[in-house]
């Protein structure tokens, strides 16, 4: 079970693609520079060579604009600011100082835009009010120059706002995705903490018992043939039970719907306790108060505790006389312990078992101990589970 990265929320750009939007980026600036420097050159003619300097200093300065835009603006106002020192008027060409102010505004915060605009305005205004004679301006032609120069840097403001709000959107949507995967791998950990300990505690206990009863059952075959036979029947219907549990596990995983095999309950610890014996296991149990419905979840809870901690009595504890599983109910749940009187000790303190029992028990709000007694070990469990 694994989870697969998604990558639609942010596709890779190919190498070769993004060349290629650069190069008809770069194609557009330049065609943009060639169409302004053409219009311009009838207009304001070859009469002198600021006439045709100062309009490629413009256009060129202009191609710097779109990887470097800051630098651009700031050459198209050196080459504007010298434009009205050499004689010339307003030229065509003077778009440019528009353009640039764009991308500045586009790509840079109010700190640097702002700056930038009121230069440009103030070059616009001086120019203009220069020359009103000599190209026949109006107080309202004058206004209109300078407005264009705000719209200009309002374009690019709102060109820069709104990139930035999609670009907040995508990281959203990025850092969403990110957080579902994390979840789905932190459920399928889980599911597989879940399958892990639900396969332990079926083989393990089916097969502590079979090894039992077949070594019973080996060492009656010649003096006792009937009890070695029923030894190998009882080895028969643990195996059959042990094969059913796996079943209903792996059905589930194959499965692609919800429907699942009843697991057990409350209802099979009795035929639980019983295999114990039959393998010499002198198990009893003890209810105190009064028993009552609980969830499935929490009597599998149950269920499980006590089939590992008996798993455990076969495999830790040794030779004894007497083990007990107590369960007393009060009005907020329910106390299981399990004591033996053998000497299981620490070595039944470890292991996966031990982690299963506790892992299982915190699942639904409860707590487990697991520690040796004066006289043997207990596992003792509490399962809230209010009336």
């Not at 835009?113 to 301006?137: E, F, K």
């Not at 850092?175 to 789905?184: F, I, L, N, Y």
């Not at 393990?204 to 077949?214: C, F, M, R």
Request: glycine share 8%; proline share 5%.
């Amino acid at each position: 079970m694994a989870s697969p990265t998604s990558s639609r929320m942010s596709p890779a750009v190919h190498p070769v693609a993004r060349s290629a939007g650069s190069a008809r980026a770069r194609a557009l600036d330049v065609a943009v520079s060639l169409i302004v420097f053409a219009y311009n050159l009838p207009i304001q003619g070859t009469a002198s060579l600021a006439a045709l300097l100062v309009p490629v200093g413009l256009c060129l300065a202009y191609l710097l604009s779109r990887h470097r835009p800051v630098l651009a603006f700031v050459l198209v106002m050196v080459v504007a600011f010298v434009q009205p020192l050499v004689g010339l008027g307003l030229l065509v060409a003077d778009v440019m100082v528009i353009l640039t102010l764009v991308r500045v505004a586009a790509v840079r915060p109010w700190t640097v835009s702002i700056p930038t605009a009121t230069v440009a305005a103030a070059w616009t205004l001086a120019i203009t009010v220069s020359t009103r004679h000599t190209d026949g301006l109006t107080p309202g032609d004058i206004g209109l120059f300078v407005a264009i120069v705000l719209v200009a840097w309002l374009v690019g403001t709102l060109t820069r706002t709104r990139r930035l709000y999609v670009e907040s959107l995508e990281e959203r949507a990025l850092q969403a995705e990110r957080e579902r995967d994390t979840g789905t791998r932190i459920a399928v950990l889980d599911e597989r903490a879940r399958i892990a300990r639900e396969l332990h505690d079926v083989v393990s206990h089916g097969l502590s018992a079979i090894v039992l009863l077949s070594e019973g059952a080996a060492s009656m075959a010649e003096t006792d043939p009937d009890r070695a036979r029923n030894a190998m029947l009882s080895v028969r219907d643990t195996g059959r039970h042990a094969m059913t549990e796996m079943r209903s596990m792996l059905s589930v995983l194959r499965s692609e719907d919800d429907a699942t095999d009843p697991q057990p309950t409350l209802a099979g610890l009795e035929n639980l306790l019983e295999l114990s014996r039959t393998v010499g296991v002198p198990v009893t149990l003890r209810v105190e108060g009064a028993p009552r419905t609980l969830t499935a979840g929490t009597e599998l809870v149950i269920y499980r505790v006590v089939q590992e901690a008996l798993t455990n009595v076969r495999k830790h504890a040794g030779p004894v006389e007497t083990v007990e599983v107590c369960m007393r109910w009060t009005d907020d749940g329910v106390a299981v312990s399990v004591t033996d009187d053998g000497r299981g000790g620490d070595s039944a303190t470890g292991g996966l078992g031990v982690i299963g029992m506790r892992e299982r028990v915190e699942a639904v709000g409860g707590s487990l101990t697991a520690e040796p007694a004066d006289h043997g070990f207990v596992v003792h469990a509490w399962i809230p589970a209010p009336a």
